[in-house]
Each structure stands twice: as structure tokens, then as C-alpha cells.
């Protein structure tokens, strides 16, 4: 089982293999068909309040991410991915942010990693 990380806004490709969304709410600009999604997993996600927090404290990074991994903890759509993992040989997670290091998604492999899945960066 591999995950990797891709922005939504560049186009699909076979590559990618398994395509799942996992923001909460639907990037701005994006069909469904150019998202060319498999699942969307808006659950595994950071909480209405940790996602609101963020956004207002973006210099307190390392507080989100003890946060966020504590959430995907008790999580039970966290346990689903790494489910699909085992189910599909590439699992390509898509996200809206604009930075590719410093959103929900870096901690969500990091969560997976230490779970045992392979992740690409």
C-alpha cells in the first residue's frame, strides 16, 4: 500500500491510482468530473473548530498538528484509509491548499506512516 499527496487542481493521471478527496468542504473551481475522484473522505478531515483555529493561527503549526493527529486518532475514517490502502496499490490523496507541506494532508501521511503504510512525498 503507497499513499501520496496531490493538489485536486492538477489533472488526473493513471498514476495517481486510487483518488481520494480529503477536504471537507468542495475546492472552489472544480467539477466533479475534473476532480476525476474515486471517493471523497471528507470525514478524515481536521473538526469544524481545529480547521477555524487554523486559519486564524496559522503561526502555530506544531500545535495544529498534535491537534490534528490526535483527532485522526480517534477516527474512525482514518482507520478506512488505511484501509483502501490495503485494498489498492496506490491511494492519491487530494487537497485544495495551496502549500503542499503545511496542510491537513502532510499530517494525514505522517499518521499513516507511523501505521504502518508507505507514503510517497
Known amino acids: 500500500m503507497a499513499f501520496a ?5 492538477e489533472p488526473a493521471e493513471a498514476s495517481d491510482g486510487y483518488r481520494v478527496l480529503v477536504d471537507r468542504l468542495w475546492p472552489r473551481g472544480v467539477s466533479k468530473e475534473r476532480a476525476d475522484l474515486d471517493l471523497w473522505k471528507k470525514e478524515v478531515a481536521p473538526s469544524a473548530d481545529l480547521r477555524t483555529d487554523w486559519h486564524h493561527h496559522p503561526d502555530r503549526h ?11 486518532d480517534d477516527n474512525p475514517a482514518a482507520e478506512e484509509l488505511l484501509a483502501l490502502g490495503r485494498e489498492h496499490d496506490h491511494v492519491t490523496l487530494l487537497f485544495s491548499s495551496r502549500d503542499p507541506s503545511v496542510n491537513h494532508v502532510a499530517v494525514i501521511l505522517d499518521w499513516l506512516a507511523r501505521h504502518g503504510a508507505s507514503v510517497e512525498r
Open 5 to 9: 499527496m496531490k493538489r485536486v487542481y
Open 62 to 72: 506544531d500545535e495544529f498538528v498534535a491537534r490534528y493527529a490526535a483527532e485522526l
